[in-house]
């Protein structure tokens, strides 16, 4: 169980990706995407939950009053741009909050909260608060801008192509006719399966009369000659059911998967939209160009548009300089943010290029120093070997927090999004000239052209798209930093670090002359790792490692192979890490525990940190405890495994709490079984709510805003006494 700071401790390193949600969420509602809203506030209901049971009232306090706004242009009320201003800097006010957790009675919330209440005021048509902020003259733009493209709105876009009905009902006849024929084989098995009974019992000899001996030799040979008649026609159509059933399946899928790709207007329109917003907000004149086109798999793009969002948002906030520096530069005055696709045989490319500062390799070698300890020997590191910590967690270069970036969560978060395409990052920066970074996305998660290779008693596999060159290793050149190999390029030659893939994949060896090589990409550069052989590349189709029973930090899938084995599908930027260190072994896997005679108590919250702290508690007094983030899930493990106690919100997705506790007292075998209510409601707030929980027999409602833990604890314990 993680102690209470070590849950404040994780609720404000969690801050930073949910403020750049919400702004995400918030920005893109401006754009038209009107389904944004309830996740938002969604995600500000669960901060404010879980900033109260963690007692930091500052935040609870500016979520709350944030949720408010957002509930009144739920309610109808028409957004303007204060509405807009007032939100971004309550986002941008709850990030400092964070950022300064130890020092948080020090700022000045004052003005957003008032910011906040006169938003509020203007869109419910109360009266602002005295000192408030008077809203924005009728003079000026006061409702929310315009899209730059109203026949290509956001929420307009044209969805991924209608499955042809037609197409899709001939296969399913042919499914069903296939599906008869088998029917009819099996049948035919069973034929074959009694004259093979008649078979034996002729050719026993026990209880055989002599003079029939000549009779049943003929029988016999007569049942065996129609038995294996019978058997090779059944495998002859059985092959031909089997071929065509294959061929259907494959048909059925091409149709699928035609429905499911998409063009990538939507997504650019949407990355323009977004840049000009950005640059809007923060007060700088620039010009963004989007130009190529490509196709894509739906759910490649939807992995693809909130990475490419946090690159074109971070490019505008952090990458163009203000106007005076750009002067200083010698730059002209309008800064320029590219954004090109081009699409390839196996993958979208998508580039991302500014003509900004650059990567500060100063700023980040002295964040680094103290944010990351253990980089051993950072200012010895050179500019390319910096840019993997890029993509850290929480690390940022910038002095201060914006509202759109400058928390530490454009390239994790990028990486985490392009990663789990099985995709690439590549970045290229140069002080004073820009940054260009470059994702490479497969354009569908289904299938995946790969190189394969073999090394050792591995078979292994790496996307085409992360390979530069395949090679055989001549000479070695052996340095103070480790074996590197000459590769010739259009600047000349570089010396590529070589690495054995044997050795990071844990069978040892060192690269030799004479070995295959392959040279790949990673996120800043190129490297080496030497193979036993490889092959011409293939498409194959991926089975990913989060649907495996398994997992290696080295293995993000497994593709079948003709033989019936597999291949192991490599994570490129992983193998470069662990080929440049050894790789620290894992913790030893607890051996599974007898089955424990502690109650059982089921957790249902969707707040993640409020759920850890409250099963934190209930293990902390010896209870075992199951969790579920929403009531449909919660309903499901009590029935599965009914509780002796539970602990629930009320307002959840899918299923709320006051309709699980219905359901649970529908339910004879859970009709009895102790609930106890947390919410951030109240019965001033939500008196229906709080009498409706109290009819179905819940032992108590706590409130969030005044949690107590020795008051759970107590409830707790009487609930189990009287259960």
């Not at 029988?219 to 259907?248: H, M, P, Q």
């Not at 189709?541 to 080295?554: G, I, K, Y």
Request: hydrophobic share 45%; proline share 6%.
């Amino acid at each position: 169980m993680r102690s209470r700071a070590d849950l404040v401790a994780a609720f404000h390193r969690a801050m930073p990706d949910r403020v750049a949600q919400a702004t995400d969420l918030w920005l893109g509602f401006e754009q038209g995407q009107a389904g944004n809203l309830p996740v938002l506030r969604r995600l500000l209901h669960t901060l404010k939950g879980e900033a109260h049971m963690l007692e930091l009232a500052a935040c609870g306090d500016l979520a709350e009053l944030t949720e408010t706004v957002i509930d009144a242009v739920r309610g109808g009320a028409r957004p303007t741009q204060l509405t807009g201003d007032s939100l971004l800097g309550a986002l941008e006010a709850l990030g400092l909050l964070s950022a300064s957790a130890g020092e948080a009675a020090a700022l000045d919330l004052g003005p957003v909260q008032e910011t906040l209440r006169a938003a509020h005021a203007e869109l419910t048509g109360a009266s602002a608060p005295a000192g408030a902020p008077a809203p924005w003259p009728a003079a000026t733009e006061s409702a929310l801008p315009p899209r730059l493209d109203p026949a290509a709105a956001p929420d307009q876009a044209a969805p991924p192509a209608a499955l042809d009905a037609a197409a899709v009902g001939a296969l399913l006849h042919e499914m069903q006719r296939l599906h008869g024929e088998r029917e009819v084989l099996q049948r035919r098995l069973r034929e074959a399966q009694r004259m093979l009974r008649a078979l034996l019992v002729e050719i026993d000899p026990r209880g055989a009369a002599a003079d029939r001996v000549a009779e049943r030799i003929t029988k016999t040979l007569g049942y065996g000659a129609e038995i294996e008649r019978l058997l090779g026609a059944v495998r002859a159509d059985w092959s031909s059911n089997e071929f065509a059933a294959g061929r259907a399946l494959g048909e059925l899928d091409e149709v699928v998967r035609r429905a499911s790709v998409v063009r990538t207007e939507r997504l650019l329109n949407q990355v323009s939209l977004a840049a000009r917003s950005a640059a809007r907000m923060l007060g700088k004149d620039v010009e963004v160009r989007v130009e190529g086109t490509g196709l894509l798999d739906a759910a490649v793009e939807r992995r693809l548009e909130p990475a490419l969002l946090h690159l074109v948002r971070n490019a505008v906030d952090h990458g163009i300089e203000p106007a005076d520096v750009r002067a200083r530069r010698g730059k002209p005055g309008r800064g320029a943010v590219a954004v090109t696709v081009v699409q390839t045989d196996a993958a979208v490319r998508v580039e991302v290029k500014d003509d900004g500062g650059g990567v500060d390799f100063a700023r980040l070698r002295e964040v680094l120093a103290e944010a990351v300890p253990d980089v051993a020997d950072v200012a010895s590191l050179d500019d390319a070997e910096l840019i993997p910590y890029l993509f850290a967690h929480g690390l940022t270069t910038t002095r201060s927090v914006g509202a759109i970036s400058g928390r530490g969560v454009g390239l994790d978060v990028v990486a985490r999004e392009i990663g789990a395409l099985g995709g690439q990052v590549r970045v290229d920066s140069r002080p004073g000239l820009g940054t260009t970074i470059l994702l490479v996305v497969p354009k569908s998660p289904h299938g995946e052209e790969v190189v394969p290779v073999t090394c050792g008693r591995f078979r292994c596999a790496v996307p085409t798209h992360a390979v530069h060159s395949v090679m055989l290793l001549e000479e070695l050149l052996h340095t103070s930093e480790g074996p590197r190999v000459r590769l010739a390029g259009g600047s000349g030659v570089e010396l590529v670090p070589l690495y054995a893939l044997g050795a990071a994949l844990g069978d040892g060896g060192q690269p030799a002359p004479g070995d295959a090589a392959l040279v790949l990409h990673h996120a800043a550069g190129l490297f080496a790792v030497s193979v036993d052989g490889y092959e011409n590349p293939r498409l194959v189709a991926l089975v990913r490692s989060e649907e495996l029973p398994w997992s290696s930090p080295l293995v993000r899938g497994v593709a079948p192979t003709a033989d019936g084995e597999a291949m192991l599908l490599l994570d490129v930027e992983r193998v470069f890490a662990w080929a440049r260190q050894a790789p620290r072994e894992a913790p030893a896997r607890a051996a599974a525990a007898a089955p424990k005679r502690e109650p059982l108590a089921l957790v249902v919250e969707d707040a993640p940190v409020a759920r850890e702290l409250l099963s934190g508690i209930l293990r902390a007094i010896g209870l075992r405890v199951e969790e579920a983030s929403d009531g449909r899930e919660g309903l499901a493990r009590a029935r599965a495994a009914p509780p002796d106690v539970v602990l629930t919100d009320i307002e959840m997705p899918y299923m709320n709490g006051l309709e699980m506790v219905a359901e649970l007292r529908r339910t004879p075998a859970l009709a009895r079984v102790p609930v106890v209510v947390l919410t951030t409601q109240t019965a001033a707030t939500h008196a229906e709510n709080v009498a409706a929980l109290r009819e179905l027999g819940v032992r108590a409602v706590l409130s969030k805003q005044r949690f107590v833990e020795e008051e759970l604890r107590r409830i707790v314990a009487e609930s189990l006494g009287g259960a």
